[in-house]
């Protein structure tokens, strides 16, 4: 058996490694979603907690602020920052696991862990026990984004797989599109309203941790472990499921099974250089991602709006989120992932730049709306790219360590987009964030061509 981490063929030639081959080729010649569709709506209702999440704490922050005495940057820090630091121990750890164990075990973990962060978060009675929960949540959450794109990526066929994922990802999206409508109704007029919006949370955490239940494991996963009965047990009822909708199968290609991942998880340089290239993408995407999600109502308050005002140009802007999401619908399939990535980061560079121009009502709401959309339209993309360029043996460590890295972006973009507004000027916040988000989008065109290929072809 060869030992270089790189070769895609790393099985004895043996009874097993022909099985887990003919799997394999079995699964690729499935060209529709042949699991019940019910499973893309109950993966998406895990995404839509992450979405509000990462959403919520944005508004809830002005009146944390208030309510437990934190100056701005003791709330970014605790609320944003925190979150982040937990979010990144949680997709490298949990995510390496997902490795090892499987996916479907770590999914029931981390939407356990972001019911109890959430429901944390909304009795949190200060400091420390908001710092505790946002950390726990954050975990959650971090690995909870890596595992649903690296899950879905393996089970979708390959020509509609960038449709699959972005489906899931809808369902998800409308989570940050209706959490700035749900703070508008809360914080503003109700003395407790950022806890109850911390409880909506944790309930629909706990609804997503009950339907994941059903959920198979990956296939994929279970041929590189050799749990060859259990993977060919899915597969043949997605191919029942294909027979029944009178879908005929072309015979399964020749190919080869992915490595064995027995051993210490090893990169190679091909992987190395696709680490370094991915992680430079989501550092810099990151930056203005995290920056105007966790800080743009304050900014915007601090400028001289009112909670609720600043909150409803973003609640405007946030219908932009399923926007983007259903305009990557159609497009995700026919353009190349790196050229959709570098088109949207254009449109968060137009969005940022209204928003810091300040120049009145409908030019914040519209500059909100092209960053909601820019995110619908980057997002589940890049997601997918970033899985679909790892083997599955290290797919969800890849994806950990690319998306875990370039968190530290977000963490950098929270604290330091306050810091240039009142050391510059408010334009010169927004215009920085906007700009990194562009250079993440040529950071990308580095990346692998993926769109319509197989995933042992891209990751191969």
């Keep these: ?8 063929c790393d099985y004895p030639e043996d009874a097993d490694g022909d099985r887990g081959s003919n799997i394999l080729a079995r699964l690729d010649r499935v060209p529709v979603w042949a699991l019940p569709r019910r499973y893309l709506a109950i993966i998406g209702i895990g995404y839509f907690f992450v979405f509000y999440d990462i959403a919520d704490i944005g508004y809830a ?48 973990l981390t939407m356990s862990l972001t019911a109890i962060g959430a429901f944390g978060d909304a009795a949190a009675t200060g400091l420390l026990s908001l710092v505790v929960f946002r950390f726990v949540t954050g975990m959650g959450v971090g690995a909870d984004l890596n595992l649903v794109s690296t899950y879905v990526s393996e089970l979708a066929p ?21 959490t700035p409508f749900i ?55 997605m191919e029942r499921a294909c027979e029944a909708r009178d879908i005929k199968l072309p015979a399964p290609e020749s190919q080869s099974a992915p490595p064995d991942t027995d051993g210490p998880i090893r990169f ?14 989501w550092f810099l995407w990151y930056i203005g991602n995290y920056g105007f999600l966790g800080d743009a109502a304050q900014l915007i308050t601090d400028k001289g709006d009112a909670i609720g005002g600043s909150i409803l140009f973003l609640a405007i802007g946030a219908v932009g989120y399923p926007v983007g999401a259903a305009l990557m619908l159609v497009l995700v399939d026919r353009v190349e992932r790196r050229l959709l990535i570098l088109g949207s980061s254009i449109v968060w560079l137009a969005g940022m730049l209204l928003i810091g121009s300040f120049a009145g009502d409908i030019a914040i709401s519209a500059g909100a709306f092209l960053a909601a959309m820019s995110l619908g ?8 790219f970033t899985a679909e360029s790892f083997p599955t043996r290290i797919r969800a460590t890849g994806f950990a360590l690319s998306d875990g890295i370039g968190h530290g972006g977000g963490a950098i973009g929270a604290l330091a987009l306050p810091l240039v507004v009142s050391s510059f000027s408010f334009f010169a916040g927004f215009a920085l964030i906007g700009v990194t988000g562009l250079l993440a989008g040529v950071i990308a065109l580095l990346g692998p061509k993926s769109t319509r290929r197989r995933l042992e072809s891209v990751s191969g």
């Design 1 to 8: 058996m060869s030992n270089d981490p790189e070769d895609v």
């Design 61 to 108: 922050l002005p009146a944390i602020a208030r309510d437990f005495g934190l100056s701005g940057s003791e709330a970014v820090f605790v609320a944003v920052a925190v979150g982040l630091v937990g979010y990144v121990a949680g997709s490298v750890g949990i995510g390496s696991l997902a490795d090892r164990f499987g996916r479907y075990r770590m999914l029931i």
């Design 158 to 178: 390959a020509r509609v797989r960038g449709r699959i994922t972005v489906l899931t990802f809808l369902v998800g999206i409308i989570g940050q599109a209706v």
């Design 183 to 237: 703070a508008l109704a809360l914080v503003p007029h109700v003395s407790f309203g950022w806890r109850l919006m911390f409880v909506i949370g944790g309930a629909i955490a706990v609804l997503g941790l009950c339907v994941r239940t059903a959920l198979p494991e990956s296939p994929r996963w279970q041929v590189v472990h050799g749990h060859l009965d259990d993977a060919e047990r899915t597969i043949d009822r």
């Design 268 to 281: 190679g340089p091909v992987y190395e250089r696709r680490l370094t290239v991915l992680s430079a993408m």
């Design 377 to 384: 339209c980057y997002l589940q993309v890049a997601y997918t």
